[in-house]
């Protein structure tokens, strides 16, 4: 009897590691009373399984969004919200550009010219940026535009 039980125990703890790991690697976490929430400053799970599309069906253009999400997440999320929406009375929505927008627009910040009235707010964000973080953020920021389209 107790022999059978190990086993039973050890893959059950398994399971239970692997699974909150993998909630946490995803942005959500577990309440004290048991719930399961999202955590608000992680992308939501909507969109990683947007950018794991992206990676099925195109994969270079997957491993962009997936190194533009961890860009964004440290870079631009606190102002432009995790869901691209913007925020505030000063920053812009996200969430109606495309690849190619964003990647024009980080272009103009970047360069030290003016784009819209608010540039002095935006521009230090894009001024160290490569040509590769500014292609992986347009593609990241595409994604963000359909998670909400498909909302
Ligand atoms: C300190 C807050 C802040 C941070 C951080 C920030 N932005 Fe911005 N962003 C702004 C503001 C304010 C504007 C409006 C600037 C203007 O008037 O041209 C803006 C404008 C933009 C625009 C143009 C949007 C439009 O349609 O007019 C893009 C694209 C953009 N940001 C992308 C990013 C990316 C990508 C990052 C991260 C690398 C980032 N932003 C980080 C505040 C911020």
């Given at each position: 009897?107790?022999?059978?039980?190990?086993?039973?125990?050890?893959?059950?703890?398994l399971?239970?590691?692997i699974?909150?790991?993998?909630?946490?690697?995803?942005?959500l976490?577990?309440?004290?009373?048991?719930?399961?929430?999202?955590?608000?400053s992680?992308?939501?799970?909507?969109?990683?399984?947007?950018?794991?599309?992206l990676?099925?069906?195109d994969?270079v253009?997957?491993?962009?969004?997936q190194?533009?999400?961890?860009?964004?997440?440290?870079?631009c999320?606190?102002?432009?919200?995790?869901?691209?929406?913007g925020?505030?009375?000063?920053?812009?929505s996200?969430?109606?550009?495309t690849?190619?927008?964003?990647?024009?627009?980080?272009?103009?910040?970047?360069?030290g010219q003016?784009?819209?009235?608010?540039t002095?707010?935006?521009?230090?964000?894009?001024?160290?940026?490569?040509?590769?973080?500014?292609?992986?953020?347009?593609?990241?920021?595409?994604?963000?535009?359909?998670?909400k389209?498909?909302?």
């Amino acid at each position: 009897m107790a022999t059978g039980r190990i086993p039973y125990a050890l893959i059950s703890g398994l399971v239970l590691v692997i699974g909150v790991s993998y909630g946490v690697s995803r942005g959500l976490y577990i309440l004290s009373d048991g719930k399961i929430a999202e955590d608000p400053s992680q992308p939501t799970p909507a969109t990683y399984a947007a950018v794991d599309r992206l990676m099925e069906y195109d994969p270079v253009r997957g491993a962009r969004a997936q190194a533009g999400l961890e860009i964004y997440r440290h870079r631009c999320r606190l102002c432009h919200h995790r869901s691209g929406r913007g925020g505030g009375k000063f920053t812009p929505s996200l969430q109606h550009h495309t690849a190619e927008s964003v990647v024009a627009i980080l272009n103009i910040y970047r360069d030290g010219q003016k784009f819209g009235p608010m540039t002095d707010l935006m521009a230090p964000w894009a001024r160290d940026l490569s040509q590769q973080e500014i292609l992986s953020l347009g593609e990241y920021i595409e994604v963000l535009a359909s998670v909400k389209a498909l909302r």
